[in-house]
């Protein structure tokens, strides 16, 4: 079956300092693979999203490739802002695009 | 409008009350989702429609559970005799579906249900 596995949190950085959360996936297919963002008392938005192997998806200073040799996709930072506090989600689509499965969420908190 | 809207934004209400949670999609999106998010974990699937056609109700956790989309577009879900279990956040989602199939979901805010 299709699931996802990120790395528990929380995460507690320091402004400026370099981010990683760790983003594994199972599935049968070609799934594609995005994360989202959560900021507090908001619902989800979409933050990057990959559509097949080697594709790099960015925004706002994030990156994530996805791997599919490590079924990985590592959701990278190099220097996180206090407003960047937020959770943040992994999930991948099915290839019919009817179904999505999203990790538990990585709580990340920024300190001045 | 803009975004995907769902009310209301907090429900309190009583073991064995019914309760129906709305949502209104962006205008256009073919595809319409909800997901239950409980505290400190990641949405789980309930039930998806294309157009008014509920394609899947796989997650839907008891029968209590119904949700509907009558003219494809604003979608109800329903809950019957809530029990204490059925505290959560209930999200909708929506997506346009484009023919690579890899469209994102566009999330509303979400219902917080709080059964007392």
């Known amino acids: 079956g299709n699931s996802v596995t990120q790395m528990e949190g929380p995460v507690t950085l320091s402004e400026e300092a370099f981010l990683t959360i760790n983003c594994t996936y199972t599935a049968t297919g070609y799934p594609s693979l995005f994360w989202y963002v959560q900021y507090p008392g908001e619902g989800l938005q979409l933050l990057l999203k990959?559509?097949?192997?080697?594709d790099k998806g960015s925004n706002k200073g994030f990156e994530a490739t996805y791997r599919k040799e490590t079924t990985s996709f590592h959701l990278e930072k190099g220097s996180v802002q206090v407003s960047d506090s937020a959770v943040y989600f992994c999930?991948?689509?099915?290839?019919?695009?009817?179904?999505?499965?999203f990790g538990t969420g990585t709580s990340l908190t920024v300190i001045p | 409008g803009a975004g995907v809207s769902q009310s209301p934004r907090y429900k309190v209400a009583k073991r064995g009350q019914d309760v129906a949670l709305r949502c209104d999609p962006i205008s256009g999106h073919v595809s319409l989702f909800w997901y239950q998010q409980a505290l400190g974990q990641g949405p789980e699937f309930l039930t998806y429609f294309q157009n008014e056609a509920q394609l899947d109700k796989s997650g839907l956790p008891s029968d209590r559970f119904f949700a509907e989309r009558p003219e494809g577009s604003v979608s109800t879900l329903k809950i019957q005799r809530t029990q204490q279990e059925d505290s959560a956040v209930y999200l909708c989602a929506s997506s346009s579906r484009d023919l690579s199939y890899n469209s994102p979901l566009h999330f509303g805010n979400g219902t917080r249900l709080t059964v007392t």
């Open positions: 999930a991948l689509s099915d290839n019919t695009g009817n179904q999505f499965y």
């Open positions: 990959a559509t097949k192997a080697d």
